[in-house]
């Protein structure tokens, strides 16, 4: 693999290029910031511009040296005849380092360069005591304090637009989730509704069908058929009406085949792409044997639980790693979701409590235990279904 080389910005060169050709004009001409320094002969001010210069290569991606080697240049600089060039270099030296620099160094720098400004101004004052030593406070202020304040200005505007974008699209994304599970929810209310009533109705015919067997009387078996005919269409109509419902609101979509615990990883990865914005990180750990394979609504239901742990914990967990444990030993097939729990910055998405409320439902409907609170630092959601086909409740 190879090493990644160095390529500054193209307006980043620009500036470096345009800054040292500015300086050099300037002193080619005579221009210089002070004519009353003589420590160095009039070509010792091109030293700090040419140290200077090339750090605006650098002003996006090492902002802590280009503002150091930037500092040393403009005292430098104030020791010679002065180059208006570096001065002008270094105020874009302050501004990168508060716009590119670490949070900790944007928060600093505008309250030091103002401490610095307000300390010069005042020693100023009180050593030259004319209305013009104000002057030098200006300038201290104009070259460091301002770039620093303008750049942290930008700074916040960049982050809280960042921070507005970043909210917007995890409202969104919770929108959809309530809404996809708004739709699952009806559709599995239809579908206990059509279970209920084909069941009362095969029921009726069950038990008509049964007397007409067991008592041998032209009249009774007449009445039973009659009730069992009743049944039937009264069963088939409500069963082609609720179908019909089903068809209509899944009306556009394909098919899709039943999720299955194959499927756990493709649904981390969902989980990651949407819980990083929020400092959520996902991890499996399916410690599953090579054994036979599990029943239908026993892998369905694994996999409905840790979705909606997922989507929990999406909602409600704070930022670290969630856990997803898959294990099958002892008949049991143990599936096991533990999400930090705590304080999480910012709006939390509002929960009805509905989730737990189902895989509770769905684990007990197999026979099963299921348990979900707090446990330590960790919330932690716990279900053990059987594995077995002759173990699953019916």
């Avoid at 019909?244 to 990883?265: C, H, I, N, T």
Wanted: aromatic letters at 4%; one cysteine or more; a neutral charge.
């Amino acid at each position: 693999m190879q090493p990644k080389t160095f390529r500054p910005h193209r307006d980043d060169v620009l500036l470096a290029v345009v800054s040292v050709l500015a300086g050099l004009l300037l002193w080619s001409l005579g221009v210089y910031s002070t004519n009353n320094r003589h420590f160095f002969p009039a070509w010792a001010a091109l030293v700090p511009l040419l140290a200077i210069g090339p750090m605006e290569l650098l002003r996006r991606t090492a902002p802590n040296l280009t503002l150091a080697v930037g500092t040393v240049a403009v005292i430098a600089d104030q020791f010679t005849v002065g180059n208006l060039g570096t001065v002008l270099v270094f105020t874009d030296l302050m501004y990168a380092a508060v716009v590119y620099g670490k949070p900790a160094m944007a928060r600093r720098l505008p309250i030091h360069t103002g401490l610095i400004t307000v300390v010069v101004t005042v020693v100023a004052v009180a050593w030259l005591r004319t209305p013009q030593s104000l002057m030098i406070g200006v300038i201290t202020g104009i070259v460091c304090f301002g770039p620093a304040l303008t750049g942290a200005t930008l700074r916040n505007h960049r982050e809280a637009a960042e921070a507005a974008r970043l909210h917007a699209e995890q409202t969104a994304l919770l929108a959809e989730m309530d809404r996809t599970q708004a739709v699952a929810a009806e559709r599995a209310r239809m579908a206990r509704e059509l279970h209920d009533m084909v069941a009362n109705h095969l029921s009726a015919i069950a038990i008509h069908s049964t007397a007409a067997l067991s008592i041998d009387s032209p009249a009774t078996s007449r009445e039973a058929l009659g009730v069992i005919r009743e049944n039937s269409v009264q069963g088939l109509a409500e069963m082609r009406r609720l179908i019909g419902l089903l068809r209509e609101a899944g009306a556009g979509q394909e098919a899709a085949p039943v999720p299955s615990l194959d499927g756990l990883e493709a649904l981390l990865e969902r989980a990651r792409a949407n819980g990083a914005a929020s400092g959520l990180d996902f991890v499996l750990e399916d410690a599953r044997r090579s054994g036979s394979p599990l029943p239908a609504p026993v892998e369905l239901a694994a996999y409905r639980i840790v979705q909606e742990s997922l989507t929990n914990a999406l909602k409600h967990a704070a930022a670290g790693t969630v856990l997803v444990g898959v294990a099958r030993r002892d008949g049991l097939l143990t599936v096991a979701v533990e999400s930090p729990y705590g304080d999480r910055p910012g709006p939390r998405a509002p929960g009805s409590g509905a989730g737990l409320v189902g895989m509770r439902e769905r684990t007990e409907l197999l026979g099963g235990r299921f348990t979900a609170g707090p446990s330590g630092s960790v919330w932690q959601v716990r279900a053990e279904l059987p594995a077995e086909e002759g173990e699953v409740a019916r």
